[in-house]
């Protein structure tokens, strides 16, 4: 395929710079403050991922001088739990310091992402990586990620790595070790955000490849050539790490890192459990315009591209896909949120897509501008509708009604007990709602904040010393917290009935309902989130009835 004439295959010329980067500015911002419009329906609830919620709960100990997986148990990496230690830690309500902060990485992922379309194709007038951002910031909204989820911390450090690699590539030629180890440092920092960017650095490195070979193969000078520069770039991906694990040694935690960090993902993943496959299509499905697009990309891409440089860019993107892929498989359990990792590489196909096979054959720019409109808000209306409309009847019962925290169970809790909390109270909540713990500021019950119990099925899977479901329940109702949140859910009907026994009995002996909160009707007529939203499930909370400073409250 050759450039038509409307679209040169030059780059703009150094004379032209001052307006260039006075035009990279404009669209720096316009998808920074797309992303914050468009995502305006995540700061509705306090909880729409039990993840995010441990990650604020964890960051919120970290900013009390706790070192992760010491006070809490997980099995994320210390950079992520640093990140909402930083949220957490400014004067504001961290779960809405989180939610901005997701936008905004999602506003400038979305620019990088434009700037690598610059460098894998000829998009001076950057309609393919416009198409592209705007895709990668429309389908944070599906698959979890109106929750600020690792995913969209470690896809920007992802993009940042290749795009930091692509700048410095000059006509073919390789990369400087500075810039390998540049690139190397920001994947290590994204390693310590979650550790599946390894897979993400593998396809950049067969893409970096893919993109300086001289010929079809490499040969033995080229390989000679690029080793150092790749070795550099896997040992600066290390030094994070490193840096983590001797904060760990000098305070004498190495053990705690160990068992979160090494322990706990040797017992959880693996290719021994069966693979998950029904969620896994589910999470695929949601993400359909995408896969659709960058199959056609992939069968087209010979007429789509122009030269060589642009078909091995096409091909760098469908291994960058193929390696996430990879990642799922080896993950296995398929939770939606795995799912945002392909983001950035499908929303480079499907924006090559429209931009080579639609874009490039309209020659009038405004009407550009309606085509990318158009389909932008097609794609936002078909992820959304459901959470648009959930968001204005809430909001209507919200300002309207005064139900101050409507639909919002955490919220509702916090505002009926925290009052009443003294700096010795604990509390234990049984389900996924390990937010509770922090909007009401009370002391926890137990390490085990993110169900109330260690995992029944993979022992030490937990990030924590494993012990017995019935042995823990035990411990804790024996420590006397002065209220036990129950939620109505999925891990307390299927609680093991021994333990589940356990908890009953003492909560008719020892215990008092003091409330129930039901779920709004609207997560039934209108769910705000396909498969995980903790925000708005029922449940009871239950208070010490022995309790000399019990509240008359009902």
Known sequence: MSPPSSMPHAHPSPAGHGAHDGNDLRLTLGFVAAAL????????????????????????????????????????????????????????????????????????????????????????????????????IVFTLANGGVAAQGELFHDACAVLALFILLRAMRRGALPSWKAFMASGL???????IKQSVVFDMAAIMAGTVLLTMPGRWPTLAYIRSILPGMALLVAASLVPTLGVVGIYWLTGHLDAWVAANITAHQVFYGLSRPFEIDPALRA?????????????AALLLG??????????????????????????????????????????????????????????????????TGIIGALTCLAFFAIAKEPLIHTGYILWDRVVHGERFAGDTPRRIAADIKPELR????????????????????????????TGLPHRDYPGRDGCPWVEQKVEMQRVLDSRPRFIVVEDGIFFHQLDPAVK??????????????????????????????????????????????DSRLSSAQ
């Open 37 to 136: 419009i468009l995502r305006l329906l995540s700061f509705v609830y306090s909880v729409y991922n039990y993840d995010e919620s441990l990650y604020i709960l964890m960051g919120a100990e970290m900013s009390r001088g706790h070192l992760p997986f010491t006070t809490v148990c997980d099995l994320k990496p210390f950079g992520l739990f640093s990140i909402f230690g930083l949220f957490t830690a400014l004067p504001f309500d961290g779960v809405m310091v989180a939610r901005l902060a997701a936008c905004l990485v999602v506003g400038l992922t979305a620019d990088l992402i434009r700037r690598v379309a610059g460098h894998l194709f000829d998009d001076a007038d950057h309609t393919i990586g416009i198409v592209a951002g705007l895709a990668f």
């Open 186 to 192: 920001v994947l290590g920092v994204g390693i310590q």
């Open 284 to 296: 695929m499905w949601e993400q359909a315009p995408l896969w659709f697009s960058a199959i056609l």
């Open 303 to 368: 007429r789509l591209t122009y030269g060589d440089a642009e078909r091995r860019a096409g091909l760098f993107l469908l291994v960058w896909v193929a390696a996430i892929m990879a990642c799922i498989v080896f993950l296995r359990i398929a939770s939606d949120h795995y799912f945002l990792q392909f983001l950035p590489s499908l929303s480079l196909l499907t924006g090559l897509l429209v931009g080579r096979a639609v874009l490039a054959n309209v020659l009038a720019s405004g009407t550009r």
């Open 423 to 450: 700096p010795d109270d604990s509390l234990y909540v049984v389900g996924f709602q390990p937010l509770v713990y922090y909007v009401t500021g009370a002391k926890l019950a137990t390490r085990f904040a993110f």
């Open 501 to 546: 026994s356990i908890l009953v009995e003492r909560l008719a002996s020892d215990y008092r309902l003091r409330r129930r909160y039901e779920q709004h009707h609207l997560h039934h007529l209108y769910p705000f989130e396909r498969f995980v939203m903790n925000g708005g499930a029922p449940a009871e909370v239950y208070e010490l009835a022995r």
